[in-house]
Protein backbone atom coordinates (compact mmCIF):
# COMPACT_ATOMS: atom_id res chain seq x y z
CA UNK A 1 0.00 0.00 0.00
CA UNK A 2 1.24 3.50 -1.05
CA UNK A 3 2.53 5.95 2.13
CA UNK A 4 1.12 9.10 0.46
CA UNK A 5 1.64 10.83 4.04
CA UNK A 6 4.20 13.16 2.71
CA UNK A 7 1.25 14.92 0.65
CA UNK A 8 0.02 17.56 2.13
CA UNK A 9 -3.71 17.32 2.79
CA UNK A 10 -4.94 20.20 0.15
CA UNK A 11 -8.87 21.13 -0.79
CA UNK A 12 -8.60 19.81 -4.27
CA UNK A 13 -6.97 16.51 -2.36
CA UNK A 14 -9.84 16.02 -0.06
CA UNK A 15 -12.37 16.64 -3.05
CA UNK A 16 -10.61 13.86 -5.07
CA UNK A 17 -10.93 11.36 -2.24
CA UNK A 18 -14.18 11.74 -2.23
CA UNK A 19 -15.01 11.24 -5.75
CA UNK A 20 -12.61 8.39 -5.73
CA UNK A 21 -14.63 6.86 -2.71
CA UNK A 22 -17.70 7.41 -4.07
CA UNK A 23 -16.88 6.09 -7.38
CA UNK A 24 -15.71 2.84 -5.44
CA UNK A 25 -18.86 3.05 -3.23
CA UNK A 26 -21.41 3.04 -6.19
CA UNK A 27 -18.79 -0.16 -8.10
CA UNK A 28 -19.13 -1.88 -4.68
CA UNK A 29 -23.33 -1.47 -4.95
CA UNK A 30 -22.96 -1.95 -8.48
CA UNK A 31 -21.31 -5.26 -8.11
CA UNK A 32 -23.00 -6.86 -4.88
CA UNK A 33 -26.51 -5.25 -5.34
CA UNK A 34 -27.71 -8.12 -8.14
CA UNK A 35 -27.19 -10.64 -5.89
CA UNK A 36 -28.34 -9.58 -2.62
CA UNK A 37 -31.71 -8.99 -4.90
CA UNK A 38 -31.89 -12.12 -5.59
CA UNK A 39 -31.14 -13.26 -2.08
CA UNK A 40 -34.49 -11.82 -0.80
CA UNK A 41 -36.69 -12.36 -3.95
CA UNK A 42 -35.37 -16.14 -2.93
CA UNK A 43 -36.30 -15.37 0.76
CA UNK A 44 -39.57 -13.71 0.57
CA UNK A 45 -43.19 -15.62 -1.00
CA UNK A 46 -42.99 -16.34 -4.41
CA UNK A 47 -46.55 -14.36 -5.18
CA UNK A 48 -46.31 -11.52 -3.08
CA UNK A 49 -42.40 -10.90 -4.82
CA UNK A 50 -44.78 -10.46 -8.02
CA UNK A 51 -46.40 -7.13 -6.80
CA UNK A 52 -42.17 -6.08 -7.12
CA UNK A 53 -41.48 -2.78 -4.61
CA UNK A 54 -39.07 -5.58 -3.37
CA UNK A 55 -35.80 -3.55 -2.93
CA UNK A 56 -33.22 -4.11 0.55
CA UNK A 57 -35.55 -5.96 2.68
CA UNK A 58 -37.95 -9.21 1.87
CA UNK A 59 -41.51 -8.47 2.50
CA UNK A 60 -43.03 -11.64 3.37
CA UNK A 61 -40.03 -13.97 4.93
CA UNK A 62 -40.52 -17.66 3.92
CA UNK A 63 -37.60 -20.65 3.51
CA UNK A 64 -40.73 -22.20 1.37
CA UNK A 65 -38.78 -21.74 -1.72
CA UNK A 66 -35.67 -23.49 -0.61
CA UNK A 67 -37.58 -26.35 1.26
CA UNK A 68 -39.56 -26.86 -2.53
CA UNK A 69 -36.44 -26.74 -3.85
CA UNK A 70 -34.99 -29.11 -1.78
CA UNK A 71 -37.82 -31.67 -2.00
CA UNK A 72 -38.53 -31.75 -5.40
CA UNK A 73 -35.72 -35.07 -6.34
CA UNK A 74 -34.23 -33.14 -9.61
CA UNK A 75 -32.49 -31.06 -7.45
CA UNK A 76 -31.26 -33.30 -4.96
CA UNK A 77 -29.48 -34.68 -7.42
CA UNK A 78 -28.36 -32.48 -9.21
CA UNK A 79 -26.74 -31.16 -6.24
CA UNK A 80 -25.21 -34.39 -5.70
CA UNK A 81 -23.68 -34.87 -9.16
CA UNK A 82 -22.34 -31.40 -8.79
CA UNK A 83 -20.55 -32.04 -5.72
CA UNK A 84 -19.34 -35.39 -7.17
CA UNK A 85 -18.00 -33.92 -9.93
CA UNK A 86 -15.95 -31.56 -7.69
CA UNK A 87 -14.53 -34.11 -5.43
CA UNK A 88 -13.48 -36.78 -8.56
CA UNK A 89 -13.04 -33.75 -11.16
CA UNK A 90 -10.50 -32.43 -8.30
CA UNK A 91 -8.54 -34.94 -6.83
CA UNK A 92 -8.12 -36.52 -10.10
CA UNK A 93 -6.32 -33.90 -11.86
CA UNK A 94 -4.37 -32.26 -9.21
CA UNK A 95 -3.07 -35.79 -8.54
CA UNK A 96 -2.42 -36.68 -12.28
CA UNK A 97 -0.79 -33.69 -13.45
CA UNK A 98 1.24 -33.59 -10.10
CA UNK A 99 2.51 -36.84 -11.29
CA UNK A 100 2.68 -35.46 -14.84
CA UNK A 101 4.73 -32.59 -13.50
CA UNK A 102 6.85 -33.82 -10.84
CA UNK A 103 8.19 -36.62 -14.13
CA UNK A 104 8.67 -33.27 -16.59
CA UNK A 105 11.25 -32.11 -13.48
CA UNK A 106 13.25 -35.90 -13.07
CA UNK A 107 16.00 -34.28 -15.35
CA UNK A 108 17.84 -37.86 -15.20
CA UNK A 109 14.64 -39.15 -17.44
CA UNK A 110 16.01 -38.80 -21.10
CA UNK A 111 12.14 -37.66 -22.51
CA UNK A 112 11.39 -35.09 -19.64
CA UNK A 113 11.67 -32.34 -21.93
CA UNK A 114 9.69 -33.76 -24.85
CA UNK A 115 7.36 -34.43 -22.61
CA UNK A 116 6.66 -31.02 -21.04
CA UNK A 117 6.69 -29.79 -24.19
CA UNK A 118 4.09 -32.16 -25.85
CA UNK A 119 2.19 -31.01 -22.87
CA UNK A 120 2.90 -27.19 -23.15
CA UNK A 121 1.34 -27.74 -27.45
CA UNK A 122 -1.97 -28.28 -25.55
CA UNK A 123 -2.04 -24.80 -24.69
CA UNK A 124 -2.23 -23.68 -28.73
CA UNK A 125 -3.56 -26.01 -30.24
CA UNK A 126 -6.91 -28.09 -29.86
CA UNK A 127 -9.18 -30.30 -32.41
CA UNK A 128 -11.89 -27.47 -32.19
CA UNK A 129 -15.21 -28.00 -30.47
CA UNK A 130 -17.04 -30.22 -33.69
CA UNK A 131 -14.09 -32.86 -33.75
CA UNK A 132 -14.02 -33.54 -30.09
CA UNK A 133 -17.05 -33.98 -29.92
CA UNK A 134 -17.59 -36.30 -32.43
CA UNK A 135 -14.94 -38.06 -31.01
CA UNK A 136 -16.30 -38.30 -27.30
CA UNK A 137 -19.13 -40.04 -29.36
CA UNK A 138 -16.88 -42.85 -30.79
CA UNK A 139 -15.05 -43.11 -27.22
CA UNK A 140 -18.71 -43.97 -26.00
CA UNK A 141 -18.06 -41.24 -23.08
CA UNK A 142 -21.10 -39.31 -24.22
CA UNK A 143 -24.09 -39.91 -22.01
CA UNK A 144 -21.52 -40.74 -18.54
CA UNK A 145 -20.49 -39.33 -15.74
CA UNK A 146 -16.36 -39.88 -17.26
CA UNK A 147 -16.74 -37.26 -19.60
CA UNK A 148 -16.78 -34.66 -16.81
CA UNK A 149 -13.17 -35.75 -15.81
CA UNK A 150 -11.63 -37.84 -18.08
CA UNK A 151 -10.95 -35.64 -20.95
CA UNK A 152 -9.49 -32.61 -18.44
CA UNK A 153 -7.02 -35.20 -16.39
CA UNK A 154 -4.06 -33.21 -17.15
CA UNK A 155 -3.78 -29.61 -17.75
CA UNK A 156 -0.63 -28.07 -19.05
CA UNK A 157 -1.49 -24.59 -17.23
CA UNK A 158 -1.17 -26.85 -13.93
CA UNK A 159 1.97 -28.83 -15.10
CA UNK A 160 3.73 -26.18 -15.45
CA UNK A 161 2.81 -24.07 -11.98
CA UNK A 162 3.69 -27.51 -10.23
CA UNK A 163 6.40 -27.97 -11.97
CA UNK A 164 7.70 -24.82 -11.83
CA UNK A 165 7.22 -25.30 -7.79
CA UNK A 166 8.74 -28.67 -7.97
CA UNK A 167 12.07 -27.11 -9.70
CA UNK A 168 12.37 -24.37 -6.53
CA UNK A 169 12.82 -27.67 -4.38
CA UNK A 170 16.62 -28.70 -3.44
CA UNK A 171 17.16 -31.65 -5.46
CA UNK A 172 18.86 -33.61 -2.71
CA UNK A 173 16.12 -34.89 -1.08
CA UNK A 174 15.01 -36.28 -4.46
CA UNK A 175 18.70 -38.09 -4.78
CA UNK A 176 18.74 -39.65 -1.87
CA UNK A 177 15.39 -40.83 -2.09
CA UNK A 178 16.66 -42.58 -4.57
CA UNK A 179 19.94 -43.75 -3.14
CA UNK A 180 17.68 -45.51 -0.78
CA UNK A 181 16.44 -46.95 -3.67
CA UNK A 182 12.87 -45.63 -3.44
CA UNK A 183 10.71 -45.67 -6.22
CA UNK A 184 9.63 -42.49 -8.53
CA UNK A 185 5.95 -43.24 -7.26
CA UNK A 186 6.85 -43.34 -3.61
CA UNK A 187 9.17 -40.10 -4.31
CA UNK A 188 6.03 -38.57 -5.62
CA UNK A 189 3.34 -39.53 -2.92
CA UNK A 190 5.41 -39.14 -0.07
CA UNK A 191 7.73 -36.05 -0.49
CA UNK A 192 6.76 -34.30 -3.27
CA UNK A 193 2.77 -34.37 -2.47
CA UNK A 194 3.59 -33.10 0.97
CA UNK A 195 5.67 -30.40 -0.19
CA UNK A 196 3.59 -29.28 -3.06
CA UNK A 197 0.35 -28.53 -0.53
CA UNK A 198 0.20 -24.81 -1.39
CA UNK A 199 0.75 -24.96 -5.14
CA UNK A 200 -1.81 -27.81 -4.67
CA UNK A 201 -3.99 -25.70 -2.33
CA UNK A 202 -3.98 -22.92 -5.16
CA UNK A 203 -4.62 -24.71 -8.10
CA UNK A 204 -7.47 -27.15 -6.29
CA UNK A 205 -9.61 -24.25 -5.76
CA UNK A 206 -9.07 -23.15 -9.25
CA UNK A 207 -9.25 -26.09 -10.59
CA UNK A 208 -12.68 -27.00 -8.20
CA UNK A 209 -14.71 -23.52 -9.17
CA UNK A 210 -14.05 -24.48 -12.91
CA UNK A 211 -15.88 -28.09 -12.05
CA UNK A 212 -18.34 -26.14 -10.19
CA UNK A 213 -19.42 -23.84 -12.74
CA UNK A 214 -19.15 -25.97 -15.84
CA UNK A 215 -21.93 -26.01 -17.55
CA UNK A 216 -21.46 -25.82 -21.16
CA UNK A 217 -19.69 -29.50 -21.54
CA UNK A 218 -22.56 -30.89 -19.99
CA UNK A 219 -25.26 -29.25 -22.33
CA UNK A 220 -23.51 -31.04 -24.92
CA UNK A 221 -21.99 -34.50 -23.66
CA UNK A 222 -25.01 -35.40 -21.60
CA UNK A 223 -27.81 -33.92 -23.73
CA UNK A 224 -29.97 -36.55 -21.69
CA UNK A 225 -30.16 -34.65 -18.45
CA UNK A 226 -29.25 -37.82 -16.51
CA UNK A 227 -26.04 -36.25 -15.28
CA UNK A 228 -27.02 -32.63 -14.69
CA UNK A 229 -25.56 -30.38 -12.36
CA UNK A 230 -27.09 -27.47 -10.53
CA UNK A 231 -25.82 -24.99 -12.80
CA UNK A 232 -27.25 -27.32 -15.30
CA UNK A 233 -30.65 -27.24 -13.62
CA UNK A 234 -30.13 -23.21 -13.19
CA UNK A 235 -29.77 -22.96 -17.15
CA UNK A 236 -32.78 -25.25 -17.59
CA UNK A 237 -34.59 -22.93 -15.20
CA UNK A 238 -33.59 -20.14 -17.29
CA UNK A 239 -33.67 -21.12 -21.01
CA UNK A 240 -36.88 -23.33 -20.59
CA UNK A 241 -40.00 -22.21 -19.31
CA UNK A 242 -41.53 -25.84 -19.70
CA UNK A 243 -38.71 -27.07 -17.74
CA UNK A 244 -40.35 -25.05 -14.81
CA UNK A 245 -43.63 -25.79 -15.21
CA UNK A 246 -42.67 -29.64 -14.75
CA UNK A 247 -40.61 -29.17 -12.03
CA UNK A 248 -44.04 -27.74 -10.61
CA UNK A 249 -45.55 -31.02 -11.77
CA UNK A 250 -43.80 -32.62 -9.76
CA UNK A 251 -44.76 -30.91 -6.51
CA UNK A 252 -48.15 -31.66 -7.04
CA UNK A 253 -47.93 -35.07 -6.45
CA UNK A 254 -45.94 -34.96 -3.27
CA UNK A 255 -47.50 -34.69 0.37
CA UNK A 256 -49.72 -31.94 1.64
CA UNK A 257 -47.24 -30.07 2.80
CA UNK A 258 -45.20 -29.37 -0.60
CA UNK A 259 -48.85 -29.30 -2.76
CA UNK A 260 -49.45 -25.78 -0.58
CA UNK A 261 -45.78 -25.05 -1.19
CA UNK A 262 -45.55 -25.19 -4.43
CA UNK A 263 -48.80 -22.78 -5.41
CA UNK A 264 -46.73 -20.12 -3.69
CA UNK A 265 -43.74 -20.52 -5.82
CA UNK A 266 -43.21 -18.89 -8.96
CA UNK A 267 -40.68 -19.26 -11.56
CA UNK A 268 -39.20 -15.73 -10.26
CA UNK A 269 -38.81 -17.29 -6.95
CA UNK A 270 -37.23 -20.54 -7.72
CA UNK A 271 -34.66 -19.20 -10.30
CA UNK A 272 -33.91 -17.00 -7.39
CA UNK A 273 -33.58 -19.34 -5.01
CA UNK A 274 -31.56 -21.94 -7.05
CA UNK A 275 -29.60 -19.43 -7.95
CA UNK A 276 -28.30 -18.96 -4.26
CA UNK A 277 -27.74 -22.47 -4.05
CA UNK A 278 -25.45 -22.57 -6.82
CA UNK A 279 -23.92 -18.89 -5.22
CA UNK A 280 -23.65 -19.78 -1.74
CA UNK A 281 -20.73 -22.25 -1.81
CA UNK A 282 -18.52 -19.86 -3.59
CA UNK A 283 -19.04 -16.81 -1.58
CA UNK A 284 -19.14 -19.03 1.28
CA UNK A 285 -15.25 -20.71 0.55
CA UNK A 286 -14.28 -17.37 -1.38
CA UNK A 287 -13.09 -15.05 1.40
CA UNK A 288 -11.29 -17.83 2.99
CA UNK A 289 -9.20 -18.91 -0.68
CA UNK A 290 -8.78 -15.49 -2.06
CA UNK A 291 -4.94 -15.06 -0.92
CA UNK A 292 -5.25 -18.81 -2.93
CA UNK A 293 -7.10 -17.05 -5.87
CA UNK A 294 -4.33 -14.34 -5.88
CA UNK A 295 -1.45 -16.29 -5.70
CA UNK A 296 -2.46 -18.45 -8.37
CA UNK A 297 -2.68 -15.72 -10.14
CA UNK A 298 0.24 -14.59 -9.80
CA UNK A 299 2.20 -17.59 -10.34
CA UNK A 300 0.72 -18.20 -13.78
CA UNK A 301 1.72 -14.25 -14.63
CA UNK A 302 5.63 -14.79 -14.14
CA UNK A 303 5.62 -18.05 -16.41
CA UNK A 304 7.35 -15.94 -18.93
CA UNK B 1 35.35 -55.44 -33.41
CA UNK B 2 31.45 -55.13 -31.88
CA UNK B 3 32.75 -53.90 -28.47
CA UNK B 4 31.46 -50.00 -29.56
CA UNK B 5 27.98 -51.47 -30.65
CA UNK B 6 28.19 -53.41 -27.63
CA UNK B 7 28.63 -51.17 -25.19
CA UNK B 8 26.46 -48.59 -26.96
CA UNK B 9 23.48 -51.35 -26.58
CA UNK B 10 24.36 -51.92 -22.78
CA UNK B 11 24.39 -48.70 -22.40
CA UNK B 12 20.90 -48.21 -23.31
CA UNK B 13 19.64 -51.45 -21.58
CA UNK B 14 20.74 -50.03 -18.59
CA UNK B 15 19.23 -46.65 -19.20
CA UNK B 16 16.22 -47.98 -20.11
CA UNK B 17 16.38 -50.02 -16.93
CA UNK B 18 16.92 -47.18 -14.87
CA UNK B 19 13.69 -45.12 -16.18
CA UNK B 20 11.98 -48.08 -16.77
CA UNK B 21 9.38 -46.82 -13.82
CA UNK B 22 9.51 -43.05 -15.54
CA UNK B 23 8.55 -44.66 -18.81
CA UNK B 24 5.54 -46.42 -17.36
CA UNK B 25 4.15 -43.00 -15.84
CA UNK B 26 5.00 -40.92 -19.00
CA UNK B 27 3.56 -43.59 -20.85
CA UNK B 28 0.02 -43.21 -19.34
CA UNK B 29 0.80 -39.89 -19.79
CA UNK B 30 1.16 -39.77 -23.35
CA UNK B 31 -1.90 -42.05 -23.87
CA UNK B 32 -3.99 -39.62 -22.18
CA UNK B 33 -2.09 -37.69 -24.76
CA UNK B 34 -2.71 -38.95 -28.06
CA UNK B 35 -6.34 -40.05 -27.16
CA UNK B 36 -7.49 -36.65 -25.73
CA UNK B 37 -5.81 -34.24 -28.04
CA UNK B 38 -3.83 -35.71 -30.95
CA UNK B 39 -6.50 -38.17 -32.49
CA UNK B 40 -9.51 -34.95 -32.16
CA UNK B 41 -6.83 -32.92 -34.11
CA UNK B 42 -7.24 -35.98 -36.98
CA UNK B 43 -10.65 -34.77 -37.02
CA UNK B 44 -9.93 -31.22 -38.88
CA UNK B 45 -9.39 -33.52 -42.00
CA UNK B 46 -13.14 -34.06 -42.11
CA UNK B 47 -13.79 -30.21 -42.92
CA UNK B 48 -12.49 -31.16 -46.57
CA UNK B 49 -14.96 -34.28 -47.00
CA UNK B 50 -18.42 -34.12 -46.85
CA UNK B 51 -18.69 -36.29 -43.62
CA UNK B 52 -21.73 -38.35 -42.06
CA UNK B 53 -20.76 -40.42 -38.57
CA UNK B 54 -20.80 -44.26 -39.46
CA UNK B 55 -19.75 -43.83 -43.77
CA UNK B 56 -16.39 -45.07 -44.09
CA UNK B 57 -14.55 -41.49 -45.38
CA UNK B 58 -13.61 -42.78 -49.26
CA UNK B 59 -12.04 -40.14 -52.05
CA UNK B 60 -15.73 -39.83 -53.35
CA UNK B 61 -16.64 -37.78 -50.18
CA UNK B 62 -13.43 -35.40 -51.03
CA UNK B 63 -15.12 -32.19 -51.42
CA UNK B 64 -12.01 -29.63 -51.37
CA UNK B 65 -12.57 -25.91 -49.96
CA UNK B 66 -16.24 -26.04 -50.92
CA UNK B 67 -17.35 -26.14 -47.07
CA UNK B 68 -15.09 -22.72 -46.28
CA UNK B 69 -16.64 -21.32 -49.67
CA UNK B 70 -20.06 -21.90 -48.79
CA UNK B 71 -19.74 -20.21 -45.21
CA UNK B 72 -18.71 -17.09 -47.12
CA UNK B 73 -21.52 -17.02 -49.73
CA UNK B 74 -24.05 -17.37 -47.08
CA UNK B 75 -25.56 -14.78 -45.55
CA UNK B 76 -24.59 -15.59 -42.14
CA UNK B 77 -20.87 -14.79 -42.44
CA UNK B 78 -20.87 -11.13 -42.49
CA UNK B 79 -22.81 -10.42 -39.20
CA UNK B 80 -21.16 -13.30 -37.81
CA UNK B 81 -17.84 -11.50 -38.60
CA UNK B 82 -19.27 -8.55 -37.66
CA UNK B 83 -20.50 -9.04 -34.13
CA UNK B 84 -17.61 -11.11 -33.50
CA UNK B 85 -15.41 -8.16 -34.60
CA UNK B 86 -17.57 -5.85 -32.36
CA UNK B 87 -18.04 -7.33 -29.31
CA UNK B 88 -13.99 -8.13 -29.27
CA UNK B 89 -13.49 -4.67 -30.14
CA UNK B 90 -15.48 -3.13 -26.96
CA UNK B 91 -13.91 -5.89 -24.71
CA UNK B 92 -10.43 -5.22 -25.72
CA UNK B 93 -11.10 -1.17 -25.62
CA UNK B 94 -13.66 -0.34 -23.22
CA UNK B 95 -13.06 -3.65 -21.14
CA UNK B 96 -9.17 -3.48 -21.16
CA UNK B 97 -9.38 -0.12 -19.88
CA UNK B 98 -11.72 -0.74 -16.77
CA UNK B 99 -9.24 -2.28 -14.84
CA UNK B 100 -6.68 0.68 -15.09
CA UNK B 101 -8.76 2.90 -13.94
CA UNK B 102 -9.94 0.71 -11.17
CA UNK B 103 -6.73 -0.28 -9.98
CA UNK B 104 -5.23 3.31 -10.13
CA UNK B 105 -8.85 4.26 -8.59
CA UNK B 106 -7.66 1.67 -5.25
CA UNK B 107 -4.30 2.78 -5.45
CA UNK B 108 -5.09 5.93 -4.20
CA UNK B 109 -7.29 4.92 -1.03
CA UNK B 110 -5.53 5.82 1.93
CA UNK B 111 -7.64 3.72 4.19
CA UNK B 112 -6.34 -0.17 4.09
CA UNK B 113 -9.19 -1.92 5.42
CA UNK B 114 -11.80 0.01 2.82
CA UNK B 115 -9.44 -0.90 0.17
CA UNK B 116 -9.34 -4.55 0.79
CA UNK B 117 -13.38 -4.67 1.04
CA UNK B 118 -13.40 -3.01 -2.21
CA UNK B 119 -11.05 -5.61 -3.49
CA UNK B 120 -12.84 -8.91 -2.07
CA UNK B 121 -16.07 -7.37 -3.53
CA UNK B 122 -14.93 -7.05 -6.90
CA UNK B 123 -12.88 -9.82 -7.18
CA UNK B 124 -16.44 -12.00 -6.27
CA UNK B 125 -18.21 -11.93 -10.06
CA UNK B 126 -14.99 -13.30 -11.24
CA UNK B 127 -15.83 -16.79 -9.59
CA UNK B 128 -19.63 -17.34 -10.10
CA UNK B 129 -20.57 -19.17 -13.34
CA UNK B 130 -22.14 -17.53 -16.49
CA UNK B 131 -24.91 -19.03 -16.10
CA UNK B 132 -25.43 -17.16 -12.53
CA UNK B 133 -24.44 -13.75 -14.11
CA UNK B 134 -27.33 -14.22 -16.90
CA UNK B 135 -29.64 -15.30 -14.31
CA UNK B 136 -28.84 -12.30 -12.62
CA UNK B 137 -28.72 -10.10 -15.78
CA UNK B 138 -32.05 -11.90 -16.53
CA UNK B 139 -33.84 -11.25 -12.93
CA UNK B 140 -32.73 -7.49 -12.66
CA UNK B 141 -33.59 -6.08 -16.37
CA UNK B 142 -36.16 -8.15 -17.40
CA UNK B 143 -39.76 -5.69 -17.75
CA UNK B 144 -40.95 -6.70 -14.47
CA UNK B 145 -37.00 -6.66 -13.05
CA UNK B 146 -35.73 -4.33 -10.56
CA UNK B 147 -34.05 -2.16 -12.93
CA UNK B 148 -36.94 -0.85 -14.75
CA UNK B 149 -39.17 -0.93 -11.64
CA UNK B 150 -36.65 2.06 -10.68
CA UNK B 151 -36.51 3.62 -14.36
CA UNK B 152 -40.69 4.27 -14.38
CA UNK B 153 -40.57 5.51 -10.71
CA UNK B 154 -38.06 8.41 -11.14
CA UNK B 155 -39.75 8.69 -14.55
CA UNK B 156 -37.02 8.31 -16.74
CA UNK B 157 -39.32 6.23 -19.11
CA UNK B 158 -43.04 5.83 -19.44
CA UNK B 159 -42.41 1.93 -20.29
CA UNK B 160 -39.95 -0.47 -19.50
CA UNK B 161 -37.11 -0.77 -21.55
CA UNK B 162 -36.69 -4.00 -23.51
CA UNK B 163 -32.79 -4.57 -22.35
CA UNK B 164 -32.84 -8.12 -23.36
CA UNK B 165 -35.27 -8.80 -26.05
CA UNK B 166 -34.41 -5.94 -28.09
CA UNK B 167 -30.79 -6.69 -30.39
CA UNK B 168 -29.89 -2.85 -30.45
CA UNK B 169 -29.12 -3.37 -26.76
CA UNK B 170 -26.92 -6.29 -26.70
CA UNK B 171 -23.36 -4.97 -27.84
CA UNK B 172 -23.94 -2.89 -24.84
CA UNK B 173 -25.17 -5.18 -22.38
CA UNK B 174 -22.71 -8.03 -23.14
CA UNK B 175 -19.52 -5.35 -22.38
CA UNK B 176 -21.16 -4.39 -19.05
CA UNK B 177 -21.56 -7.82 -18.34
CA UNK B 178 -18.10 -8.89 -19.00
CA UNK B 179 -16.96 -5.86 -17.52
CA UNK B 180 -19.20 -6.74 -14.47
CA UNK B 181 -17.66 -10.20 -14.04
CA UNK B 182 -14.06 -9.37 -14.73
CA UNK B 183 -13.54 -6.16 -13.66
CA UNK B 184 -11.74 -6.73 -10.24
CA UNK B 185 -10.01 -9.97 -11.38
CA UNK B 186 -8.51 -8.36 -14.04
CA UNK B 187 -6.76 -5.50 -11.71
CA UNK B 188 -4.55 -7.84 -9.96
CA UNK B 189 -1.64 -7.89 -11.93
CA UNK B 190 -1.77 -3.75 -12.11
CA UNK B 191 -1.86 -3.86 -8.61
CA UNK B 192 1.12 -5.80 -8.46
CA UNK B 193 2.92 -3.27 -11.02
CA UNK B 194 1.48 -0.23 -9.33
CA UNK B 195 2.93 -2.23 -5.83
CA UNK B 196 6.71 -1.92 -7.49
CA UNK B 197 6.88 1.55 -8.28
CA UNK B 198 9.46 3.68 -6.18
CA UNK B 199 8.30 5.75 -3.39
CA UNK B 200 11.23 8.13 -4.30
CA UNK B 201 9.77 9.41 -7.37
CA UNK B 202 6.36 10.44 -5.27
CA UNK B 203 8.84 12.20 -2.49
CA UNK B 204 10.47 13.71 -5.83
CA UNK B 205 7.22 14.70 -7.00
CA UNK B 206 5.67 16.41 -3.84
CA UNK B 207 8.57 18.76 -3.68
CA UNK B 208 8.14 19.65 -6.94
CA UNK B 209 4.60 20.30 -5.63
CA UNK B 210 2.63 18.38 -8.22
CA UNK B 211 -0.92 17.47 -6.46
CA UNK B 212 -2.26 14.04 -6.37
CA UNK B 213 -4.30 13.93 -10.08
CA UNK B 214 -0.73 14.88 -11.12
CA UNK B 215 0.69 11.71 -9.07
CA UNK B 216 -1.57 9.84 -10.73
CA UNK B 217 -0.88 11.36 -14.36
CA UNK B 218 2.52 11.35 -14.30
CA UNK B 219 3.70 8.94 -12.22
CA UNK B 220 1.79 5.72 -11.44
CA UNK B 221 0.44 5.70 -15.30
CA UNK B 222 3.57 5.73 -16.75
CA UNK B 223 5.14 3.38 -14.09
CA UNK B 224 2.85 1.01 -15.16
CA UNK B 225 2.68 1.81 -19.37
CA UNK B 226 5.11 -1.71 -19.58
CA UNK B 227 2.62 -3.85 -18.29
CA UNK B 228 -0.10 -2.37 -19.98
CA UNK B 229 1.39 -2.10 -22.91
CA UNK B 230 2.40 -6.11 -22.45
CA UNK B 231 -1.22 -6.94 -21.19
CA UNK B 232 -2.85 -5.42 -24.55
CA UNK B 233 -0.66 -6.80 -26.95
CA UNK B 234 -1.34 -10.53 -25.44
CA UNK B 235 -4.76 -9.67 -25.67
CA UNK B 236 -4.35 -9.77 -29.44
CA UNK B 237 -3.39 -12.98 -29.03
CA UNK B 238 -7.34 -13.72 -27.65
CA UNK B 239 -8.89 -11.53 -30.39
CA UNK B 240 -11.16 -14.30 -31.48
CA UNK B 241 -11.75 -16.30 -28.33
CA UNK B 242 -14.56 -13.74 -27.08
CA UNK B 243 -16.67 -16.15 -24.79
CA UNK B 244 -19.31 -18.06 -26.41
CA UNK B 245 -21.33 -18.87 -23.41
CA UNK B 246 -22.39 -15.71 -22.01
CA UNK B 247 -23.69 -15.18 -25.89
CA UNK B 248 -25.49 -18.59 -25.80
CA UNK B 249 -26.87 -18.02 -22.74
CA UNK B 250 -28.45 -14.03 -22.96
CA UNK B 251 -29.06 -14.15 -26.96
CA UNK B 252 -32.85 -14.87 -27.63
CA UNK B 253 -33.84 -15.90 -31.02
CA UNK B 254 -35.36 -12.52 -31.30
CA UNK B 255 -31.68 -10.95 -31.07
CA UNK B 256 -29.40 -13.42 -33.11
CA UNK B 257 -28.60 -11.03 -35.63
CA UNK B 258 -26.50 -9.22 -32.93
CA UNK B 259 -25.24 -12.16 -30.64
CA UNK B 260 -24.21 -15.10 -33.47
CA UNK B 261 -20.66 -15.06 -33.10
CA UNK B 262 -18.39 -17.76 -34.97
CA UNK B 263 -18.37 -19.92 -31.47
CA UNK B 264 -21.49 -20.03 -31.02
CA UNK B 265 -22.08 -20.31 -34.84
CA UNK B 266 -20.24 -23.70 -34.53
CA UNK B 267 -21.99 -24.79 -31.68
CA UNK B 268 -25.61 -25.18 -33.71
CA UNK B 269 -24.12 -25.97 -36.97
CA UNK B 270 -22.06 -28.76 -35.70
CA UNK B 271 -23.64 -29.66 -32.39
CA UNK B 272 -27.89 -28.38 -32.85
CA UNK B 273 -27.95 -29.09 -36.49
CA UNK B 274 -25.40 -32.25 -37.44
CA UNK B 275 -23.98 -30.33 -40.09
CA UNK B 276 -20.07 -31.30 -39.21
CA UNK B 277 -17.44 -30.85 -42.08
CA UNK B 278 -19.09 -27.53 -42.80
CA UNK B 279 -19.24 -26.48 -39.06
CA UNK B 280 -15.56 -28.28 -38.47
CA UNK B 281 -14.76 -25.93 -41.70
CA UNK B 282 -15.51 -22.62 -39.88
CA UNK B 283 -13.78 -23.79 -36.49
CA UNK B 284 -10.72 -24.63 -38.34
CA UNK B 285 -10.35 -21.15 -40.12
CA UNK B 286 -10.75 -19.59 -36.88
CA UNK B 287 -8.57 -21.38 -34.94
CA UNK B 288 -5.96 -20.65 -38.15
CA UNK B 289 -6.54 -17.05 -37.42
CA UNK B 290 -5.76 -17.26 -33.86
CA UNK B 291 -2.89 -19.07 -33.72
CA UNK B 292 -1.56 -16.39 -36.42
CA UNK B 293 -2.35 -14.25 -33.91
CA UNK B 294 -0.85 -15.58 -31.15
CA UNK B 295 1.89 -16.04 -32.80
CA UNK B 296 2.14 -11.84 -33.95
CA UNK B 297 0.78 -10.74 -30.66
CA UNK B 298 4.19 -12.71 -29.32
CA UNK B 299 6.37 -11.35 -31.65
CA UNK B 300 5.80 -8.14 -31.30
CA UNK B 301 6.07 -8.89 -27.16
CA UNK B 302 9.24 -10.30 -27.28
CA UNK B 303 10.40 -7.49 -29.99
CA UNK B 304 9.47 -4.26 -27.94
CA UNK B 305 9.02 -5.43 -23.99
CA UNK B 306 11.41 -8.57 -22.72
CA UNK B 307 8.13 -10.56 -21.74
CA UNK B 308 6.74 -13.36 -23.85
CA UNK B 309 4.57 -16.10 -23.52
CA UNK B 310 5.98 -19.02 -25.68
Known amino acids: MKQVNYIKRTPSGTIFDIVNVSLLVALSFLLLYPFWNQLIISLNDGLDAQRGGLYFWPRVFTLGNYEYIFKTAGMLRALGWSVLRVIVGTSTKLFATGMLAYITTVSYFSFHRQLRKMFLITMYISGGMIPIYLWMIKLHLIETFTVYWLPSLLGAYEMMIIASYIASLPDAMFESARMDGAKEFKIYLNIVLPLCVPVFAALGVMVAVGHWNSWFDIMIYNPSGNYDTLQMELRNILIQSDKVKKLMQDATVGSDAVKSAAARITSQSMRAATMMIVTIPIVAVYPFFQKYFVKGISIGAVKG | ?310
Open chain 2, 1 to 310: MNHGAIGKYALWRRRLGRERELWFWSGLCIIWWVIFFLIPIYGIVYSFFNYTPGRALTWDRFVGLKNFISFFQSRDAWKIIRNTLVISGLNMTVGFMAPIILALQLDELRHGLFKKTVQTISYMPYFVSWVVVASLAIALLNSDGVVNEVIIKLGLSDKAIPFLTEGKYFWGLITVLNIWKTVGWSTILYMSAIAGIDQNLYEAGAVDGINRWGMVRYITLPSIMPTIVLLFILSIGNFLNLGYEQNLLLGQSTTREYWEIIDTYVYRYGIQLGRYSFSIAIGLMKSIIGIALVFIANGIARKYTQYSIM
